[in-house]
């Protein structure tokens, strides 16, 4: 007995030794998933400012330049879009706990959103922490402590992912806009199928229900042209169906729609010089916006 | 309380001490203490179905003396007020909403609106594997295999011991309450036998499975967006994260149990080395297999009353446990499918040509022809796996039209997922490992050095204890047999 205990326990120390110099040997790995950790603390610490805050997939952190916004609105802005793999209704509550009734929220999901409002891709999940326990850990008090080992563990996996990834953690401004794409070489672009036939609008707005705030405006994803003619007829029928309600919707489907050489790599990656084009045009409405709210 | 969380692994060296050297000078005084920290262990889950375990457990007892009763009558009577005792609790909580809007789409196609009751309540985990060992129970003793027990705490134990209460084996009366009547004695090479099941179960779960299960569920999710190889790629993985899954739980029951002075029933012996689907059924879930033949396939007959019984015994076999496992039509599918393979083997009289040998049994690798046995009868049961992994029929029938119309497209796809490199990393161990073990699968074979053994011990030990730690503060991932 005492022998098998006095083994057990050796065995156990030293794993449990290992595991402690792991924790300070290894370096915190920075990468494009473990960067929403940032991005969500970055929005905890503005969360008792006036703020405009952009939320969708990486459509949104590659196409729409929240610091191009806060300086033209002098508001502090948000970028929220990450990899639309992690899914939004995960940390839509969280997010929602963090705005303040005169917050603007930009709201552009893909159109995987308009097919299924509760899309997410588990693979990608992994890399960060395993599905929406993440959430559950950024209420922890103690996550911070335990985020560098998470971190750590993300590295180990992503060492074996390709290092050409566009985005890596340090690609981020203050604002969570992805920039390491700016002056970089475009990478091929993959063709891809959003022609989803289902929209369920009460199920979207359900789903989303910031959608219905005043202060809460829908912009249209980016599209390919391709994309766009192969799709149209689904993306126009959501369209139609957005259009009867009241929502605040910046333009239409069709106004988004790009060239293959707007795109800098990946479906919905616009290029840094398209991103400004695109900001552009929603400042006007967000101005406009923010005057009605004042 | 799941075996893969920081709360077991907390609990089961509290138990493992205070049994061994508390509570280890009476019998009664260990069976109490196993039965205290298996309520408490199932309680850790919900303090509130401990009542029906209570129940269940209680009513079995009694029945036990009422089947053991000289007059054959009234001993069958008792017989099946427990199977309707035992079926009727699974028949609430597993079985009713399913019938419930089956039959609310039985009257809608003769043209009658119903709207049924459904039960929202949540299914009691563990509640197949315990209703299971309280019928073992009662079944053995009609069959004279078994004396009902005057001790109720000795029984109560039986159906909750915690290693097997949530997910199996499902333990034989006669095989786990003479070991439960008898003092328990410490042996050092039960103990390490049994940590060493531990690791290599919580290996095969924590490490393997859940590493697998990322790459399933994203094909699984988003099948209708990818290719006919990446799908029977998806198939394969799911395969093997099942496995992974399942025997990862069963070893660590079976080595939990051997620490406690206990052998449970094997439940696994790497079936997916099987060369005909005959021989996986031997080697795939033993206790849940082995349990429907002797309490349902024999006493309809087998294989004994000519050909037509046979099937029919075969399909009642085979489609009792599709739904066993879910109150689903894919899984009826599931056990169709595994039905149509046995009974071909069962009608050439071929299935029951690999009973007792080992595949390779002399050799370190298989001969060709053992080789296509094992890959074709792999195949079927990865196929069969589509329908018991899909949420519904329509959607594993989608799946394999979806492999038959883009099976060449794009055969890249695959390694471009998130996590689709590193299937093959994971996989590849567990098949070689497996190769390696498979003549014993209660005794992991490590090298003789003192020293390469505690280097695999921690090397096993980081690899669990990095994964379980980074769900500290979150919920671990549960076992998919949980579920059912």
């Known amino acids: 007995m005492k022998l098998f205990i006095s083994k057990t326990l050796f065995v156990g120390i030293i794993a449990f030794a290992f595991l402690v110099a792991f924790k300070l040997i290894l370096p915190e790995n920075k990468n494009y998933n473990s960067a929403f950790v940032n991005k969500l603390d970055i929005l905890i610490s503005h969360t008792q400012e006036r703020k405009i805050v952009l939320i969708g997939g990486s459509s949104v952190g590659h196409g729409i330049s929240a610091e191009q916004i806060q300086n033209a609105t002098h508001l502090t802005t948000i970028n929220l879009g990450h990899h639309a793999g992690f899914g939004l209704v995960d940390f839509r509550d969280l997010v929602l706990s963090t705005i303040n009734k005169d917050d603007i929220i930009v709201f552009a999901p893909e159109w995987e959103f308009y097919a299924n409002p509760i899309y997410f891709d588990t693979a990608t999940l992994e890399d960060l922490y395993n599905n929406s326990h993440y959430l559950e850990l950024t209420k922890n008090p103690n996550y911070k402590s335990f985020k560098s080992l998470i971190l750590k563990k993300t590295g180990i996996i992503n060492s074996l992912i390709p290092n050409h990834s566009p985005c890596r953690y340090d690609c981020y401004n203050n604002n969570g806009d992805i920039i390491s794409t700016c002056g970089a070489k475009p990478l091929s672009i993959t063709d891809y199928s959003v022609c989803f036939d289902y929209f369920n609008y009460e199920l979207f707005s359900n789903t989303f229900p910031f959608i219905n705030r005043p202060n809460t405006l829908i912009v249209f994803p980016p599209t390919q042209k391709r994309v766009y003619s192969r799709c149209r007829k689904q993306f126009d029928f959501i369209e139609t169906q957005l259009f009867k309600t009241k929502l605040l919707i910046l333009d239409s489907a069709s106004a988004n729609v790009y060239d293959e050489s707007c795109f800098f790599d990946a479906e919905y990656h616009l290029s840094c010089e398209n991103r400004i084009l695109r900001t552009n045009k929603i400042i006007p409405k967000l101005i406009e916006l923010m005057k009605i709210s004042n | ?484």
């Open chain 2, 1 to 484: 309380m799941i075996f893969n969380s920081i709360e077991f692994i907390l609990f089961l060296p509290i138990v493992f001490l205070l049994y061994w050297l508390v509570f280890n000078k009476k019998l009664s005084h260990q069976n109490g203490l196993l039965l205290i920290a298996s309520y408490f262990f199932y309680g850790w889950w919900s303090w509130m179905f401990l009542g029906l375990l209570f129940i269940s457990t209680a009513m079995d007892y009694a029945y036990g003396y009422g089947v053991a009763s000289t007059n054959r009558k009234k001993a069958r009577l008792f017989l099946w007020l427990s199977a309707l005792n035992n079926f009727g609790v699974l028949g609430v909580f597993k079985y009713f909403n399913f019938f419930a809007t089956e039959l609310q789409h039985g009257f809608l196609l003769l043209g009658i609106k119903t709207n049924p009751i459904l039960l929202q309540v949540a299914l009691p985990i563990g509640i197949s594997f315990y209703t299971f060992h309280g019928m073992s129970y009662v079944f053995d003793i009609y069959n004279g295999k078994q004396r009902p027990i005057k001790n109720f705490i000795d029984y109560a134990l039986f159906v909750s011991f915690f290693p097997l209460l949530v997910a199996g084996p499902i333990e034989r009366a006669h095989h786990l309450l003479p070991q439960l009547q008898k003092r328990r004695f410490f042996n050092y090479q039960q103990a390490v036998e049994g940590c060493r099941l531990i690791l290599w179960g919580l290996f095969k779960k924590v490490v393997i499975a859940d590493a697998l299960a990322v790459t399933v569920d994203s094909i699984f999710s988003n099948y209708l967006d990818l290719n006919g190889f990446t799908l029977i790629i998806g198939a394969i993985a799911f395969s093997f994260q099942i496995y992974g899954d399942f025997s990862g739980y069963s070893d660590i029951a079976i080595g939990t149990a051997k620490l406690l002075g206990f052998e449970l029933l094997s439940n696994f012996k790497f079936p997916y080395f099987s060369r005909d689907i005959a021989e996986f059924w031997r080697r795939w879930h033993i206790s849940l297999s082995s349990w429907f033949r002797d309490y349902l396939y024999i006493p309809m007959g087998g294989s004994k009353k000519g050909k037509l019984i046979s099937i029919r015994n075969t399909f009642v076999v085979f489609l009792i446990s599709g739904f066993w496992h879910g109150a689903n039509w894919n899984f009826i599918a599931w056990g169709f499918i595994h039905a149509c393979g046995f009974l071909t083997l069962l009608l050439l009289n071929k299935n029951r040509k690999h009973v007792n040998t080992v595949v390779a049994q002399f050799a370190k690798t298989p001969s060709l022809i053992e080789l296509f046995q094992i890959i074709s009868t792999f195949a079927f049961v990865s196929f069969a796996w589509i329908f018991f992994r899909a949420k519904s029929l329509t959607m594993a029938l989608d799946y394999i039209r979806h492999i038959g119309i883009s099976i060449w497209q794009e055969p890249g796809q695959f390694f471009t997922l998130p996590g689709g490199k590193l299937t093959i990393i994971y996989i590849l161990p567990l098949i070689l490992i497996d190769w390696y073990l498979r003549f014993d699968e209660r005794k992991l074979r490590l090298p003789k050095t003192e020293f390469l053994r505690i280097a695999i011990y921690i090397i096993l030990s980081l690899f669990i204890a990095f994964q379980i730690l980074t769900y500290f503060y979150s919920k671990p991932s549960s076992f998919i047999y949980f579920q059912f």
